[in-house]
């Protein structure tokens, strides 16, 4: 993928978008996607621009810490929703991100969960990260995907990457397309129904039923995942049989050898 990718392939593929995702912003390489569309974003940016990009130095995840991926490998994109949001009201918008890229990994057969609250997996194994941003009038969702590397170019022993799962090379731009359209369906869904969303996010998550142990830097917090609320938190039987909410944090499950990998 050319750092100078043509205006015309950008627009054969802003053709095929249904509804978000336009206007199509490509970088051939920037700091941060999320970060690009957050300063586009207080310049007047409109609803549904994204941001696309092969490589990012400074790849932004989730509380804090960085998120690498080599140039020309993985899928790494942020959209941005301009609307009214109540920051305790943003999980509705990773659930639907995440729900829109299993529906499309599904139909290419792979059998991805969500696993609460940013990550994408299949078969125990990473896939993607998604970072949810307030900005001016609105929100970026940022997604990266594993997509083009090898095992030997994983550099993260947990993740996994399509080409591993599958062995064949991967058209980002067509993923691209896919889960924009089906995000766009999504959203739209939600605006008309605005709870419809939770059955499928239940079904697609990899979490419920098992045992895991939550740390958020200060706490720690064990139990059996009973359920997750349409509000984002994490319902947890502990072992006494005591109910806990969790609203954030990292999760690990109980392996078979009885340690939380
Ligand atoms: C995580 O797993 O911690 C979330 C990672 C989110 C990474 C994506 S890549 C595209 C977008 N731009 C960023 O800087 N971060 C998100």
Redesign the pocket.
Known sequence: MADSMSKEFIQRLEDRLELLGKPLLFFGETD????RLKELALSGATHGTCVWADY?TK????LG?Q?QAAAGKSL???LLLKQDIDPRNMFVFTALAGLAICQVLKAYGIDAQIKWP??IFVNGLKLC???SEIVKDGLII???VNVNQDEAEMSDLSGVSLKMLDGKNWSREDLLVNVLNQFSSGYLKWQQSPYAWHSDYIGSSWLIGKTVVVQDGVNRQDGEVETIGMDGHLLLRGKDGDRLKVSYGDVSLLAIDGKYK
């Not at 941060?32 to 970060?35: A, C, L, R, W």
């Open positions: 941060s996607s999320n970060q990012q790849g932004r995840g989730r810490r998120w790494l994109f942020s940013n990550d990260g998604m970072l940022g997604i990266g």
